[in-house]
């Protein structure tokens, strides 16, 4: 800010705080004194400044513990239940005539809308994000290019081919969403490469699996086109749209609304409801449930028009969001567009459509909340909401009824279509390649989307064959890729893999030119090359303390003669290091010359055989200087250096008689080895336990190592196959690492909790990106993170090394977006380790105490104390002033005091004035 700025801020605000009293800067925040007041008697109302505060040590927590009340929203205590026979009749109707009403500004939107999608989807893929969604959004306003189609209905295909028509074993909502798609480009589902999609929507039981969004989305699916459902094959329930009418409205909670679980009605999933029913308007039952739900939305919206969602923040206070307010207006759209403009949907004279629009950002892409940034299902519901009200007001079919999409006619093919067509299949290359198969699939649609002709089937055949090419040379270059990551782990290749990696580059080699790009494992073979390139140099190459480093773990290089081993641990900065190794035996010593000039890329450690059988050695480098105590154990030498150069081991002096038992300090010790681990053996104890209990938790213990599988961690990543082994099984997986030195961790989990089969990045680190967020929540945390930021395989068991003092903590996670932390559970802290159990990575912090409201939250309740004890302290100078003017003093100090006091006073006032100014632009300046 500027200095003429600044004058200009401090000059209004000591105007302001000089004219206006306390009482009325109340009133213009829109605050009632009475509604304070009252407030106050129902609930506690913290001081400024403090805050929300978990504490591990005390009872543990609950709604009611934290002053938790339900909303208690009007009209409920004379509710009207579901099946009572006394719901309305009659839907709610609007008395706007809104078909003829023009918004210029809400059409602006959704045109910039739909031309972000259609440059930013140009192949939709089968997916909820940049997929069916984005499809439909196009397609119902006119903007699904031919190309786009095309290359969705190809994807489908594909898709279609390799899952072998199998879109989902337990989401049916994957069927209901493409059935969507097809219907609103006016393909028929029942017959697109050779599956019929409606055929699964036919299991009732399968249908309602998923919760009450299956439900309601199969009957969203099949009301599209006013689909027949196909009889269901096998044993079970059959599916009918009363069934799912009846579903649906048997899940209404008390009150009106619909939730996914729980009892507190969320807006989203009571909007989609409302969605799924609204054909069925007319209908008693369901015209009073409409009724119930269109008063819970009304009283579910906030000041700005908007809505929040309790399943975005997992259970905690509502996130405002554009998604829950776009299936509002989706489900307005269709009972009665009217509605929109009505005072019941008006919050403060903003609409569902003002609030849709402040989410909308320049490139006419939308956020999914306030300050996010452009976000692609955010963008997909944004669009439909804008076009539900634009087909709505324009007195077109609603956004899901797709009855006026157009279905390719009956007949024959034109000759001048299928001469173009012939033209495409001959453009094709004799000898096929994964290169064409984008080409190969655009070309089966198309041709599905011909009409008959002679030569369909023999086209058909023909691309089928070339189809049947592409399949083998895809799984030949997934062979080849599975055989690169199972068979080359950089930390295990020696020269013996030599004949291995030759093997691999020869097969790659002898691929297609246009497939050697699909092989995804390629920089892994090249890298493998390179290793045993410089191997038979004598070179450990960079490429090896590279993938130690960034897996902590170690590598064993054989020498003639000698073992060096590659500390993970312990590395520096990769480089390649030259692994010779000259040793010269003496009578009381060995000398050795490591080949390698200057530092080494980490520490390293050799071992080397010797004549000696035992003993402490002292290793002295090539200035004679002492660098560390080692020992020999069955005649071998180890020590750690960290340069080339040379360096002689010499028998320890410890400067007594028997040096062995010296250094330990006993008589008992039995071993030299024993020396060199540390330990102490006595006679007493080194006796074996015959106890009953001993050999429970013995065989306890291998009962449990025995259905325990050590998964191998590879470059920092557990690969999904060793999630695929145990997948459904009483078997366990467990992972093992370290977080810093000597802080040992392992991850765990159950074959039958792994939900999801992926590649697993198994990392955990001290410390965080946030770790300046997460210590203002909390006192003295422990903090760590995972490499893996999303959803784990599976709920995973975690053993934790905290090196926190014993006792009861909280487990918190940070979630960056809100700036605040979640209660996970509470823990046990015993000799410095925890354990826990955790569904997803992350940052996360242990500590006694943590805040639970958001960073942003108190930073606004922080400045806004601020600014109002500097309008507290200005008052209080004021009436100070005017005491002292009021009362009687002799004629000099008076007229002494006339003349400084407005000084004084005008200085504390600009000074302070000043103060709250720099304030508030600092805190507008930091959420910029």
């Known amino acids: ?26 009133a213009d925040t829109g605050q009632e004194t009475a509604v304070e007041a009252q407030v106050s008697t129902e609930e506690t109302v913290s001081e400024p400044g403090t805050e929300e505060i978990l504490n591990g040590m005390g009872t543990e927590i609950t709604q009611e513990s934290e002053g938790y009340q339900e909303e208690i929203l009007p009209g409920t205590a004379d509710e009207v239940l579901p099946g009572t026979g006394e719901e309305e009749s009659q839907i709610l109707r609007g008395t706007a005539d809104i078909a003829e009403a023009q918004n210029p500004t809400v059409q602006e939107a959704l045109d910039k809308a739909e031309k972000y999608l259609q440059s930013a989807v140009t192949s939709p893929v089968v997916d909820t994000i940049g997929g069916e969604w984005s499809v439909m959004a196009m397609a119902r306003a006119g903007y699904l290019s031919d190309t ?146 269109l008063d819970k939305l009304a009283s579910m919206q906030d000041a700005d028009g908007g809505y929040g969602s309790s399943y975005i923040s997992e259970g905690e206070e509502p996130v405002k969001n554009l998604e829950s307010t776009a299936q509002v207006v989706i489900a307005l759209s269709a009972i009665d567009v009217s509605l929109l403009e009505q005072d019941k949907f008006m919050k403060n004279g903003k609409t569902l459509l003002d609030e849709i629009l402040r989410f909308q950002k320049e490139d006419g892409s939308f956020e999914h909340i306030k300050g996010g940034g452009s976000d692609a299902m955010a963008t997909d519901q944004g669009t439909l909401a804008l076009l ?55 070309l089966k649609v198309e041709l599905e989307l011909l009409k008959d002709f002679e030569e369909k089937e023999s086209f058909r055949n023909i691309l089928q064959a070339k189809g049947e090419e592409i399949d ?17 782990n950089p930390l295990k290749i020696t020269l013996k893999e030599k004949d291995t990696v030759e093997e691999l580059l020869s097969i790659y080699h002898t691929l297609p030119e246009n497939n050697k790009s699909f092989v995804t494992r390629i920089d892994d073979l090249r890298i493998a090359e390179s290793i045993v390139d410089k191997l038979e140099r004598g070179i450990i190459g960079k490429e090896i ?62 071992s080397m055989p010797c004549t000696f059988k035992g003993g402490v050695f002292m290793l002295y480098n090539i200035n004679g200087n002492e660098m560390q105590w080692t020992g020999a154990v069955d005649g071998v030498l180890t020590c750690d250096v960290s340069a080339g150069g040379i360096y002689t081991l010499k028998k ?21 080895e024993s020396v060199l681990k540390g330990t102490k053996k006595s006679a007493n104890t080194a006796k074996k336990s015959t106890s009953a209990g001993s050999a429970k938790k013995s065989a306890a213990k291998k009962k449990t190592e025995s259905n325990t599988t050590e998964a191998e961690v590879k470059n920092g990543v557990v690969e999904k196959a060793a999630f695929e082994a145990v997948k459904g099984k009483d078997k366990n997986l467990k992972i093992k690492g370290e977080t810093g030195k000597d802080k040992p961790y392992t991850l ?31 006192e003295n945390p422990y903090i760590f993170s995972f490499d893996e930021k999303g959803e784990l395989p599976g709920e995973m068991q975690v053993e934790l090394t905290t090196g926190q003092e014993d006792g009861k903590y909280l487990l918190m996670k940070y979630k960056e977006k809100e700036r605040k932390a979640e209660y996970i559970q509470k823990v046990t802290v015993k000799d410095k380790q925890t354990k826990f159990l955790v569904k997803t990575g992350g940052e996360y912090f242990i500590a006694k105490k943590a805040k639970t409201k958001s960073l942003n939250e108190l930073e606004e309740k922080e400045a806004a104390s601020a600014a109002a004890n500097t309008e507290k302290t200005v008052t209080a100078k004021k009436s100070t ?12 100090e008076a007229a002494e005091e006339k003349s400084a006091l407005p000084a004084v006073l005008t200085g504390t006032v600009v000074a302070l004035a000043g103060i709250a100014g720099g304030i508030i632009w600092y805190i507008k300046r930091k959420r910029q």
Not at 213 to 241: C, H, M, S, V, W
Not at 652 to 672: C, Q, R, V
Not at 881 to 892: L, M, P, Q, W, Y
């Open 148 to 293: 786009a189609k095309a290359n969705y209905l190809a994807n489908l295909y594909m898709k279609l081919d390799d899952t072998n028509g199998v879109l989902h074993n337990a989401k049916y909502t994957e069927y209901s969403r493409v059935i969507m798609a097809l219907s609103s480009i006016g393909t028929d589902p029942s017959r697109i490469n050779g599956y019929n999609l409606l055929k699964p929507l036919a299991k009732f039981e399968k249908v309602n699996q998923q919760g009450i969004n299956g439900t309601i989305f199969a009957l969203i699916a099949l009301d599209t086109k006013d689909y027949e459902i196909p009889e269901r094959e096998g044993e079970g329930t059959q599916t009918t749209r009363e069934n799912l009418i009846q579903k649906i409205l048997s899940q209404e909670l008390s009150g009106g609304g619909w939730a996914l679980q729980g009892k507190v009605a969320d807006p989203d999933i009571t909007a989609m409801a409302m969605q799924a029913l609204a054909p069925y308007k007319e209908r008693a039952d369901v015209g009073a449930a409409l009724n119930r739900g």
């Open 1 to 26: 800010m500027n200095r003429k700025k600044l004058k200009l801020v401090v000059s209004a605000m000591s105007i302001l705080l000089a004219v206006q009293s306390p009482g009325a800067v109340l």
């Open 388 to 442: 539900a009200w634009s087909r709505a007001v324009n007195g077109q079919t609603s956004l899901y009824d797709m009855t006026d999409t157009e279905t390719p006619d009956e007949g024959t093919e034109s000759e001048e279509n299928i001469e173009a067509f012939r033209s495409k299949l001959n453009a094709l290359p004799e000898q096929i390649t994964l290169a064409e198969k984008q080409r190969v699939y655009n």
């Open 881 to 892: 002033g005017a005491d002292a003017e009021n009362s009687k003093k002799t004629s000099a």
């Open 652 to 672: 320890g002096n410890m400067g007594f008689e028997d040096e062995t038992e010296a250094l330990s300090g006993t008589s008992d010790i039995t071993t030299d």
């Open 545 to 606: 303390f590279e993938k130690a480093q960034a897996s902590r773990m170690d590598y064993i290089y054989e020498g003639e003669g000698y073992t060096i081993r590659v500390k993970g641990k312990k590395i520096a900065e990769p480089a390649d290091m030259n692994a010779e190794v000259e040793i010269q035996q003496k009578e009381d010593a060995l000398q050795f010359a490591l080949k390698h000039e200057g530092e080494l890329p980490g520490e390293v450690e050799i």
């Open 472 to 488: 083998r040379q895809e799984a030949e270059v997934e062979a080849l890729d599975h055989r690169i990551w199972n068979e080359l």
């Open 748 to 778: 765990t989990v159950n074959g039958k909790d792994i939900k999801t089969v992926k590649d697993m990045k198994v990392g955990i680190r001290e410390g965080s990106d946030y770790a300046e967020d997460i210590q203002k929540l909390s």
